[in-house]
């Protein structure tokens, strides 16, 4: 069975500041990884994923996420945050091959000050 | 493609009465999903179908829960009767074989 676990249930920056979002995760087998994003009253939107192959992924609206398997990490990362990012993300790990069956952490929530 | 359409948005209902969550998924995706949303709880799955065939059930909370999948284009996700633990905001998704999960907007559900 996989667990996700989001260190952060909050996270207030500035605008044009740099953010992080981590996530850890645990398995007994490989995985495949995915952020998500949802904004208010909205569903929730893929940013990027993880299935394999280099660890660096690059997602929509500038945002990156780096596997690192020694860490069981999946941290989320911006270089400079807008206003409109305001919103919560989700970190969620599903078994490789098969059904996307996803299992989410319990989100951060990011805000974003002027 | 419209992606994954959820009907109503927003539902309010009295504890005890029958109520219908309804879902489309994108065509030619053969994995549908619905996912529960509480601040308590988080995201929880309730139940998947493959190709229109249960998978896996054992996130149905209890008996009062119900879901079908008659053909491809169509699923529903019955709660009778409703109690007022069961007001969420319940997500449908679908997805094909190693592709991400596309999700809907959701249905609030309120039960007084």
């Known amino acids: 069975a996989q667990s996700v676990t989001q260190l952060d249930s909050q996270v207030p920056v500035f605008e044009e500041a740099p953010v992080e979002l981590r996530c850890n995760y645990s398995s007994s087998v490989s995985v495949y990884l995915f952020w998500y994003v949802q904004y208010p009253n909205q569903g929730l939107q893929l940013l990027l994923k993880?299935?394999?192959?280099?660890?660096l992924v690059k997602g929509i609206n500038g945002f990156e996420a780096e596997f690192n398997k020694s860490q069981t990490s999946f941290h989320l990362r911006k270089p400079s945050v807008h206003i409109s990012d305001t919103a919560e993300y989700f970190c969620?790990?599903?078994?490789?091959?098969?059904?996307?069956?996803?299992?989410f952490g319990q989100g951060t929530r990011l805000t974003i000050n002027p | 493609d419209a992606g994954v359409i959820q009907s109503p948005r927003h539902e309010v209902t009295e504890m005890g009465q029958e109520v219908t969550l309804r879902c489309k998924p994108i065509?030619?995706?053969?994995?549908l999903f619905w996912y529960r949303q509480t601040m308590m709880r988080g995201l929880e799955l309730l139940i998947y179908?493959?190709?229109?065939?249960?998978?896996?059930d054992s996130g149905m909370p209890e008996d009062r829960f119900s879901a079908k999948m008659p053909n491809a284009s169509f699923s529903t996700l019955k709660i009778q009767p409703s109690e007022p633990r069961d007001s969420a905001v319940y997500f449908c998704?679908?997805?094909?074989?190693?592709?991400?999960?596309?999700f809907g907007q959701g249905t609030r559900l309120t039960v007084v």
């Open positions: 993880y299935l394999s192959g280099s660890t």
């Open positions: 179908f493959n190709n229109n065939v249960p998978i896996d």
């Open positions: 065509s030619g995706h053969d994995y």
């Open positions: 969620a790990v599903s078994a490789p091959r098969g059904a996307q069956k996803l299992v």
């Open positions: 998704a679908s997805g094909g074989l190693g592709t991400e999960a596309f």
